[in-house]
């Protein structure tokens, strides 16, 4: 019963209590995952709704199913990590290498189907997380940079509903970018 | 409703969000991609901070209402025009020296002194250098006058090889002292190119120099021609143009338009 747990070392104590205070998040198809405050609250949506006293104890969540929101919390979950570990010093300057860790396992992390990444780009807004927005809609914007119209159409399987005419006109309009 | 594709098509939510991280170039070739792609990639509320970006000096809130109506992606397209047109470098030109045959003629009242029908291959230039040329080996003699100067006569011909076309350089009138040493200097003023307004001059003359031989070279009572120069020059600069700079010009007389 030691009650006077009087703040000794105040950052362990602080780590700690973080670490013992948990939500549950639900997504769309009914799955419960529990997570902790911490990393939820990447989400600046999920850090509004905590800090307004509407959590309750789980958060409904019916834009993202499950699968989406098992990703997106394992994102949430690295970065949290990354961020806590690092002192900004040690990331920014020691390292010589010209990509952090984190840069590789974000390439890994969009390796996914389309529907799955714009999926996550969907979840991301909604959630309101800005590194993982960045990262999936770097993502897609890369696969449309450097491509001519037709390119882009096959990349994302898109029927030209452009007559001929209709075309013309708008490449003509757009002509400086063709050059 | 089955379609023969599948449908991964990007939802237009993510479109509107992957747009912003776009580059204007992408953007306008993403906006032919398809109808809706259009709408969600040429949008002014996406177009506004580029445009206001690039081409700050496109800023026409002073016009108000017509204003309004332009899309800024199409304000973007014709600044990108714009820019791009005020540090475009002139075509290489259609005509090379090799097509034109120099032909100069000098005479008085009486003769002949100069007749050259000079092929551009054999005038020896360099094409950083200047619309300048020294034909040599002229090598007319003529009888020394000790009279002060003597009226001449001065045509100079650029003709399109083959027959092609011609075009009169130089076609005046002036007086020479035709002593040893002496060198005279003919200018006239070369007309303004047809597709231009004529109300701006063309800002460029033809140039002769027409030099005698020094007493020692020539004879008793007698001059030799030691060069004529022949070039196109500039009089805002007092310079002679660039040999491309020559051909440009005529090429506007000698070329017909594409058009």
């Known amino acids: 019963m030691a009650s006077s747990s009087t703040s000794v070392v105040v950052s362990n104590k602080e780590k700690e209590n973080k670490n013992t205070k948990k939500v549950t998040l639900k997504s769309s198809d009914g799955e419960s995952f529990e997570v902790d405050e911490s990393v939820a609250m990447e989400s600046q949506t999920i850090k509004h709704i905590i800090e307004d006293g509407c959590a309750n104890n789980e958060i409904p969540l019916p834009n993202v199913t499950s699968g989406i929101l098992s990703r997106v919390i394992e994102y949430c979950k690295k970065h949290k990590e990354a961020a806590g570990e690092s002192e900004p010093s040690v990331t920014s300057y020691t390292s010589n290498s010209t990509t952090n860790p984190l840069t590789e396992w974000d390439t890994e992390f969009v390796k996914v189907d389309q529907n799955t990444l714009f999926d996550l780009i969907l979840a991301a807004n909604y959630l309101d997380i800005k590194g993982l927005l960045d990262l999936t809609c770097k993502t897609v914007a890369d696969m449309m940079k450097g491509k001519t119209p037709q390119e882009i159409r096959e990349t994302f399987h898109i029927k030209n509903d452009y007559t001929p005419e209709e075309e013309a006109e708008v490449r003509k309009e757009n002509q400086w970018a063709f050059e | ?259």
């Open chain 2, 1 to 259: 409703m089955s379609l023969n594709f599948p449908i991964t098509t990007p939802p237009w939510e993510v479109l509107a969000l992957v747009a912003h991280y776009l580059d204007p170039k992408t953007l306008a070739i993403a906006s032919c991609v398809c109808k809706s792609w259009f709408i969600s990639m040429s949008s002014d509320h996406l177009w506004k901070p580029i445009c206001n970006t690039h081409f700050p000096n496109l800023h026409f809130t002073d016009l108000g209402e017509q204003v309004r109506h332009v899309p800024y992606h199409r304000l973007y397209a014709i600044g990108h025009a714009a820019a791009k047109r005020r540090v475009q470098t002139p075509c290489k030109p259609k005509l090379s020296l090799n097509d034109l045959v120099f032909s100069i003629n000098i005479r008085t009242k009486s003769s002949n002194i100069v007749t050259i029908a000079k092929p551009g291959e054999e005038l020896i230039f360099d094409p950083n250098e200047v619309f300048k040329f020294d034909v040599d080996n002229v090598n007319y003699e003529c009888s020394s006058m000790a009279a002060a100067l003597q009226d001449v006569k001065i045509t100079w011909n650029v003709v399109l090889s083959g027959w092609k076309g011609v075009f009169t350089m130089m076609n005046c009138e002036g007086k020479v002292s035709f002593s040893p040493g002496a060198e005279g200097w003919f200018s006239e003023e070369l007309p303004s190119p047809g597709c231009c307004s004529g109300t701006v001059a063309s800002g460029v003359v033809a140039d002769l120099t027409l030099g005698f031989c020094s007493r020692r070279e020539s004879g008793v009572g007698k001059v030799k021609v030691d060069k004529v120069s022949v070039g196109i020059l500039s009089i805002v600069n007092w310079r002679y143009v660039s040999v491309d700079d020559g051909l440009r010009y005529l090429q506007h007389f000698l070329v017909p338009c594409d058009d």
